[in-house]
């Protein structure tokens, strides 16, 4: 007869535990390999390398792009320059245009009193011959037709002055509006603005650099944009805004006074445009993703000009004519390259 002491029992009772373990692993073995499979589906197999410079570069086959939800997209080439924002207001052309009807009188009448001193000139021409030809003419009519000449010659003269003083009146307060002829019917501009089929619109340019030849304004509610054609410089300056003021015409009839907010492009240099979400931030600078179609697998890294932030994206100076960006999972990019970062140090 066996007697079972209590350390053959707890032997017995740990062969048993053992065997279950191993029965379970063994059972479950199938379920483990595919919890690792879809694991390893999941995560996106990548290499990050470093060129000489040591600029990373991240690397993904065509399946990890796919399973990564990257997207890649060619950037729009776009005509830019230096960046100008200003202040802007709707002018009142009303005086402008009464002033011009006085210049327009003013002018008539100086033709009017210079035709007539020419008729006063012919007839004291005329008396002076009576009165030299043996006095057939009286000392009398002569002295009055000398009269009338210097009354005429006068009259001349006053009204080229009032002539001049409006027209110093336009070019002070309009600037090239104000010397713009009126033959053919008057200038474009000038009839625009009188149909109410266009504004003048005066913008107060700040900083330095080239006058943009087209504005794009913008109104207080900034539901639309307005594109307007620069017609020269403003002679005075806007009261509420500082900068070099220039005179514009839209397209469009604005009320009076309207302020806006105006931004304009100098010159024709052809840059790239990426959108907003191919942009991540580190280390305070805005960064891009670059693909070239000769590496479909490579991505690098490509910092931006902090300035070059519009409205509707980035400009990016230096990209290729064949480059990708990527437009969608670049902060996944960033990531896989901060965290292989992350491990070389570790590991040093």
């Given at each position: 007869?066996?007697?079972?002491?209590?350390?053959?029992?707890?032997?017995?009772?740990?062969?048993?535990?053992?065997?279950?373990?191993?029965?379970?692993?063994?059972?479950?073995?199938?379920?483990?390999?595919?919890?690792?499979?879809?694991?390893?589906?999941?995560?996106?197999?990548?290499?990050?390398?470093?060129?000489?410079?040591?600029?990373?570069s991240v690397r993904?086959?065509?399946?990890?792009?796919?399973?990564?939800?990257?997207?890649?997209?060619?950037?729009?080439?776009?005509?830019?320059?230096?960046?100008?924002?200003?202040?802007?207001?709707?002018?009142?052309?009303?005086?402008?245009?009464?002033?011009?009807?006085?210049?327009?009188?003013?002018?008539?009448?100086?033709?009017?009193?210079?035709?007539?001193?020419?008729?006063?000139?012919?007839?004291?021409?005329?008396?002076?011959?009576?009165?030299?030809?043996?006095?057939?003419?009286?000392?009398?009519?002569?002295?009055?037709?000398?009269?009338?000449?210097?009354?005429?010659?006068?009259?001349?003269?006053?009204?080229?002055?009032?002539?001049?003083?409006?027209?110093?009146?336009?070019?002070?307060?309009?600037?090239?509006?104000?010397?713009?002829?009126?033959?053919?019917?008057?200038?474009?501009?000038?009839?625009?603005?009188?149909?109410?089929?266009?504004?003048?619109?005066?913008?107060?340019?700040?900083?330095?650099?080239?006058?943009?030849?087209?504005?794009?304004?913008?109104?207080?509610?900034?539901?639309?944009?307005?594109?307007?054609?620069?017609?020269?410089?403003?002679?005075?300056?806007?009261?509420?805004?500082?900068?070099?003021?220039?005179?514009?015409?839209?397209?469009?009839?604005?009320?009076?006074?309207?302020?806006?907010?105006?931004?304009?492009?100098?010159?024709?240099?052809?840059?790239?445009?990426?959108?907003?979400?191919?942009?991540?931030?580190?280390?305070?600078?805005?960064?891009?993703?670059?693909?070239?179609?000769?590496?479909?697998?490579?991505?690098?890294?490509?910092?931006?000009?902090?300035?070059?932030?519009?409205?509707d994206g980035w400009?990016?100076?230096?990209?290729?004519?064949?480059?990708?960006?990527?437009?969608?999972?670049?902060?996944?990019l960033l990531s896989?390259?901060?965290?292989?970062?992350?491990?070389?140090?570790?590991?040093?």
């Open positions: 007869m066996k007697i079972y002491t209590p350390q053959r029992a707890l032997f017995l009772m740990g062969l048993v535990i053992i065997g279950l373990v191993w029965a379970l692993i063994y059972f479950a073995r199938d379920e483990l390999r595919l919890h690792d499979a879809a694991e390893d589906e999941l995560r996106p197999p990548s290499l990050v390398e470093r060129d000489e410079s040591g600029m990373p993904l086959t065509p399946a990890a792009q796919k399973a990564s939800g990257i997207e890649i997209a060619q950037p729009l080439a776009v005509r830019a320059g230096m960046e100008r924002e200003a202040q802007a207001a709707v002018l009142d052309v009303e005086p402008l245009f009464a002033l011009r009807a006085q210049a327009q009188e003013a002018r008539a009448e100086t033709v009017r009193l210079a035709a007539q001193l020419a008729r006063s000139e012919n007839e004291r021409a005329r008396v002076q011959a009576l009165f030299d030809d043996d006095r057939n003419a009286s000392e009398r009519a002569l002295q009055t037709a000398r009269s009338q000449v210097e009354q005429d010659r006068a009259a001349v003269q006053a009204a080229r002055a009032r002539e001049g003083g409006l027209q110093a009146s336009l070019r002070q307060g309009w600037g090239t509006l104000g010397t713009m002829g009126d033959e053919d019917g008057g200038h474009p501009d000038l009839q625009a603005l009188a149909q109410r089929r266009a504004s003048l619109v005066a913008v107060a340019l700040r900083g330095e650099g080239d006058i943009p030849v087209q504005m794009q304004l913008r109104l207080p509610d900034g539901s639309d944009l307005i594109d307007a054609r620069r017609i020269g410089p403003a002679p005075r300056n806007l009261s509420f805004a500082a900068g070099e003021t220039w005179l514009y015409r839209t397209e469009r009839a604005l009320p009076s006074g309207l302020r806006l907010a105006a931004r304009g492009i100098t010159g024709s240099e052809l840059m790239h445009l990426v959108p907003n979400s191919a942009v991540v931030w580190y280390a305070g600078l805005p960064w891009i993703y670059v693909r070239d179609d000769d590496e479909p697998e490579e991505f690098i890294r490509q910092a931006l000009p902090a300035e070059s932030q519009r409205p400009l990016a100076p230096s990209l290729e004519d064949d480059a990708r960006i990527v437009t969608r999972g670049a902060q996944l896989e390259e901060l965290k292989h970062s992350l491990a070389d140090e570790n590991d040093d």
